[in-house]
């Protein structure tokens, strides 16, 4: 919401700067973001009459201008096409300053003398987007007579400075000029004044002839509509439309103008039909029916929903309800006899349907918070009297509507006790009424407590606590009390279990060389399904782009594409690891899983260096090492098995394997498929990814020490044949359980196929070491734990060599 200084001295007069004003106003609770100042920067800018316009001798596009500038008159080249004589413009003369640091200067432009410059309100720093049609491209002409030399800021009414609102939510009553107004009453005092709104109703042959039925009362409350006749479709007076430029809208015409300037004036939106083009004597509004079609007025053909609210004629939509109208019954230049509406509508409906068509304006984002019931007549009555006044209408008595307008205040209960105990102060009930009178709040006694009441204007205030911070803000945030907490109450501060083991990887993945990555958690359908399972990824109902349209099931799709960005720029040893969430659909109904990830890739060489000549290849291996050196940092190594597998189609069938927590799968461990990797332009490149929830649930009891053995370990080695398929770490497992005491570690120190090796089959060579840390190990007590595991080996199908 941008709102003028010099319109709200009309509603309230407030004489500080504007800085204060904007300080002030920040303090209560309203943010202001920005102060456009219209006036900073701008020197020597007047009014100028242009008495005669000549065609420069040598340029075709350039005119030569005679301007009066108040008492004297100067020769000005203007290349605008839309110079006319007998008009008046703004003139910034020589020695002037215009926004943006621009100089105006003595010139001769194709050898004739220029002495100023006439300006257009893009160069005097307003927004192209917001100057009418008619000024687009060319110089600003005031529609009526003024003193050539006065001050054209004062005239254009930019000796001005905007100051631009950043609501929060629940405060939608200072949406308009009357919220920003009772704001300023409330931190500086004074009066509000309301515009004149009271019109004057005339017998006309319209009258009667209108009839308003609202078929669901909770869709619509209350629609209201009054008919003004004989109005003549011309620009708005200058006035109206810079204060719609100043608050960010493109003037149109009158009809239109109005319109919107009421809107910005009480927060009440409005809309006008054409009367002769409703193509009934009725309006209905109800709720549209499935599949029903409408145009609305960007000529875009709607398909509409049940949860819709639509105005019609009584058989077809003429309106989107609190949206958009339609196309056949706007207002154009041949319009003259006017339908004013002024209605309250659901505000969950209208959010429904501008959310669903993605069409959102001034008009639905007041709808949607909910508008102020005590505004709509009024609003009714100020546009009425407006196109009365400036587009010469007549309006037909008297209102007519259907439904009714809550306004009666609500009242809250409340309590000194209550205030004093939230708020830490010691306020009296006098202080209380004080500061609630001046948010035009009435506070009255009631037993021990107070009544207060609320106006619909501020219906956002609807519990007790509402009210205390009405209190404290106004009262002054600055004059709440402040201690010191008392020491013997002070904990120390400290990590939480699982920020404490997230520290622990994120320092252990960087100390191996790899750099953190953060990545939308929004991907493409064709990514959300690699690397996860058939299930389907969830949607977003109105996406970015296709590029950002579900929510990614795996976060190794986003680390190729940063792998991929790195290599198109020469980067080629790359290794990258994220932590975030993936999103496991649960149908469209439920919110889907949010689970914890990690995940890392790794690409070229690791721990590369050049003077050794070493490095690692960044391969299965590299991958399986990163995760089980996290594994023994968090102390869960033991726990921890792999499982050779092809999960995905994208990993490399045999280097690939699933990581097991207490016999559940929690991630996977791989290298790309060679298709897969060649498609994205890679090497071979390795990836993981675990469920870090799991790994953060488990939780370690506390960490006991064991003397170091006197006694010494003695190893056995053992050389097996087995089939191609079998896996070492089921010989491992298998050694395991045959071994009654003593094993203390089985290390897989050579795996062998090829010549001189039957086909299909393989040699691997594990030694056991075994320990005593009560007394040395005979051979005779090794033979005897030992053969139990030779024999158990050769019963799982192993040939001992």
């Known amino acids: 919401m941008k709102v003028s200084r010099e319109w709200l001295n009309e509603w309230i007069q407030i004489d500080v700067p504007i800085d204060e004003l904007a300080e002030k106003i920040t303090r209560g609770g309203i943010e202001v973001d920005d102060v456009i100042d219209y006036t900073a920067e701008v020197k020597h800018l007047v009014v100028g009459y242009v008495e005669r316009v000549e065609q420069h001798p040598e340029a075709d596009r350039l005119k030569i201008c005679q301007v009066d500038t108040g008492g004297e008159t100067n020769q000005i080249i203007c290349g605008a096409p839309n110079v006319e004589a007998d008009s008046y413009v703004v003139v910034c003369k020589v020695g002037g300053r215009l926004p943006g640091g621009i100089k105006i200067k003595r010139a001769k432009l194709r050898g004739e003398v220029s002495e100023g410059m006439i300006c257009s309100l893009e160069e ?16 600003f002409m005031f529609p009526e007579e003024k003193t050539a030399g006065s001050n054209a800021l004062e005239a254009l009414l930019l000796d001005d400075q905007v100051m631009e609102f950043d609501l929060t939510p629940n405060r939608k009553d200072a949406l308009s000029m009357a919220g920003a107004a009772y704001e300023v009453r409330a931190l500086f005092g004074g009066e509000v004044v309301l515009p004149e709104h009271e019109v004057t109703e005339k017998e006309t042959a319209e009258d009667g002839t209108l009839e308003i039925r609202n078929e669901d009362a909770a869709a619509v409350p209350y629609y209201g509509a009054r008919v003004v006749e004989n109005v003549k479709i011309a620009p708005a007076p200058a006035w109206m439309q810079l204060r719609l430029i100043k608050a960010g809208i493109r003037p149109i015409n009158n009809v239109v103008d109005i319109s919107n300037y009421v809107l910005l004036e009480f927060g009440q939106p409005l809309h006008m039909f054409d009367r002769d083009h409703i193509g009934s004597d009725q309006i209905v509004t109800r709720y549209a029916e499935e599949d029903e079609k409408m145009t609305t007025l960007d000529g875009k053909e709607r398909h509409l929903e049940s949860q819709d609210i639509v105005i019609t004629n009584g058989r077809e939509p003429i309106a989107l309800a609190g949206v958009m109208g339609g196309a056949f019954s706007e207002v154009t230049d041949e319009t003259t006899n006017v339908v004013i509406e002024s209605a309250v509508f659901n505000p969950v409906s209208i959010r429904r349907t501008s959310s669903r068509l993605n069409l959102r304006s001034e008009a639905s984002t007041r709808f949607e918070k909910g508008v102020s019931h005590e505004f709509v007549l009024k609003a009714l009555d100020r546009a009425a009297l407006l196109l009365e006044q400036y587009a010469g209408g007549t309006v037909s008595t008297p209102v007519i509507s259907d439904g009714a307008l809550e306004l009666e205040d609500t009242t809250i209960d409340i309590s000194e006790q209550f205030i004093n105990a939230h708020l830490g102060m010691s306020l009296t009930t006098e202080e209380i009424q004080e500061s609630l009178s001046k948010l035009g709040l009435k506070a009255t006694a009631k037993g021990e407590g107070l009544e207060v009441s609320i106006p619909s204007r501020r219906d956002d205030l609807k519990i007790k606590e509402d009210i205390t911070e009405e209190v404290a803000r106004i009262y002054g945030y600055d004059a709440l009390p402040s201690s010191l907490p008392e020491y013997t109450k002070i904990t120390p501060g400290r990590l939480t279990d699982e920020q404490t083991k997230v520290r622990i990887i994120r320092h252990q993945l960087e100390s191996l060389g790899l750099s953190q990555s953060i990545n939308y958690a929004l991907t493409s359908r064709e990514k959300a399904a690699q690397f996860s399972g058939p299930e389907d990824a969830l949607e977003l109902l109105m996406p970015m782009s296709e590029d950002h349209a579900v929510l990614r099931k795996s976060m190794i799709p986003h680390l190729v594409d940063n792998v991929v960005y790195n290599k198109n720029r020469q980067q080629k040893n790359v290794q990258l690891y994220e932590i975030g969430k993936i999103f496991v659909s649960n149908g469209t109904t439920v919110l889907p899983d949010e689970e914890e990830m990690l995940a890392g890739i790794l690409t070229g060489d690791m721990n590369r260096t050049d003077w050794l000549g070493t490095k690692v290849p960044a391969d299965f291996y590299a991958a399986k090492g990163i995760v089980e050196s996290i594994l023994e940092k968090l102390g869960l190594e033991g726990n921890v098995r792999y499982e050779q597998v092809a999960r995905f189609d994208e990993l490399h069938p045999g280097r690939s394997a699933d990581v097991l927590l207490d016999n559940e799968t929690i991630g996977f461990i791989g290298e790309l498929h060679p298709k897969y990797a060649r498609e994205n332009d890679l090497e071979r490149t390795a990836v993981f990814e675990v469920n870090l929830d799991r790994l953060l649930a488990v ?50 120190f050579d795996v062998y196929e090829g010549e001189n090796m039957e086909a299909g089959r393989k040699s691997v060579a594990l030694r056991l070491t075994y320990l005593n840390k009560e007394n040395t190990l005979t051979d005779e007590e090794i033979e005897k734990l030992h053969t139990p595991v030779l024999e158990a080996l050769e019963e799982s199908g192993a040939q001992i060599r």
């Open 124 to 139: 005097l720093g307003i927004p192209e987007d917001y100057v009418p049609q008619e000024y687009q491209n060319g110089i």
């Open 699 to 748: 939780k370690q009891g506390n960490v006991v020490y064991e003397q170091l053995s006197r006694y010494p370990s003695i190893t056995r080695d053992i050389a097996l044949v087995v089939d191609a398929s079998v896996a070492a770490d089921t010989l491992v497992r298998t050694i395991e359980a045959a071994a009654r005491k003593y094993l203390v570690d089985v290390y897989v």
